[in-house]
Structures are given as structure tokens and as C-alpha cells.
């Protein structure tokens, strides 16, 4: 009886020391906060007239989307603005995406995610007067007449 619980013993003390070990195996994770809400919301350098105007001259929709007049329904771009101004993070959510625009789909998402992280700074959130890192949804709206 004894046997069985030294060997898990050991193998909890094993398994401590591989989770502590500073090994690349584990996760990173953030230390600082990031926040959904903030007293100042994060601004685009010239306000959401300037946003709009980014997004439209810079994201590409691919011609096989365009051929097919396919709606691509709800789009979103996640990320978070840091404490600086910079972008991370980027990830898109998208409605399920009908194998036979699987491609331009994919393509259409790619092009948005190269626009958003080649942003430029943002205007930083703010809470308490401090400036804060701010988990951002950007709906994008699209329009193919």
C-alpha cells in the first residue's frame, strides 16, 4: 500500500518540477491586464470617420467573393490595443464559411488581419488616467454593390 503512494508522490513531484522549470514547453502568459471595458475606449488616429475610411482603401476582397456576390454576413476583427498604442493579437470571426468559398474566405481574412496589424498607433485606453492594454472587436462591414 505504501508503494503506491510514494510513486504518486513522485510523480507529482516530477510533474511540479517540469511545470516550474522555466521550460519553453509552457505556456506564456501576460502579465499585465487587459481590460473589455475602459473608462476611455482606445481611438483611431482621426476617430472612426479615419477608421473607415483605413479599412476601405486597404482590405482587399477577393474577386472570387465578388464573382459569386457572396455575403459574408457578420465579420469581426478581435484584438488588443497595449498600454503603447500597438496591436495584438489580431483573430477574426467570421459566420461558417460555405465550402465553396472556402477559399476566398480565407483569402478575405487573411487580408484583414494584414490591415489590422499594419495599423497605426492607436490612441490608448485609459482607466483611472493610467494608460491600459483593451481587448478592441472591430465589426467590418461589407458591401459588395
Request: charged share 25%; aromatic share 8%.
Amino acid at each position: 500500500m505504501k508503494l503506491p503512494v510514494a510513486s504518486l508522490l513522485f510523480l507529482t513531484a516530477i510533474s511540479f518540477a517540469l511545470l516550474f522549470s522555466g521550460s519553453d514547453a509552457v505556456a506564456q502568459s501576460r502579465s499585465e491586464k487587459v481590460y473589455t471595458v475602459a473608462e476611455r475606449e482606445p481611438e483611431f488616429p482621426g476617430g472612426k470617420a479615419a477608421l473607415s475610411h483605413y479599412l476601405a482603401e486597404n482590405i482587399r476582397i477577393p474577386g472570387s467573393l465578388v464573382r459569386r456576390n457572396y455575403n459574408t454576413g457578420p465579420v469581426a476583427a478581435k484584438f488588443i490595443i497595449d498600454e503603447l498604442g500597438y496591436v495584438h493579437d489580431v483573430r477574426i470571426t467570421t459566420k461558417p464559411i460555405d465550402k465553396k468559398v472556402q477559399k476566398g474566405m480565407q483569402d478575405f481574412m487573411t487580408s484583414i488581419i494584414s490591415v489590422v496589424e499594419k495599423m497605426p498607433r492607436w490612441q490608448p485606453g485609459e482607466v483611472g488616467g493610467k494608460r491600459v492594454s483593451v481587448f478592441y472587436t472591430l465589426p467590418i462591414e461589407v458591401n459588395m454593390r
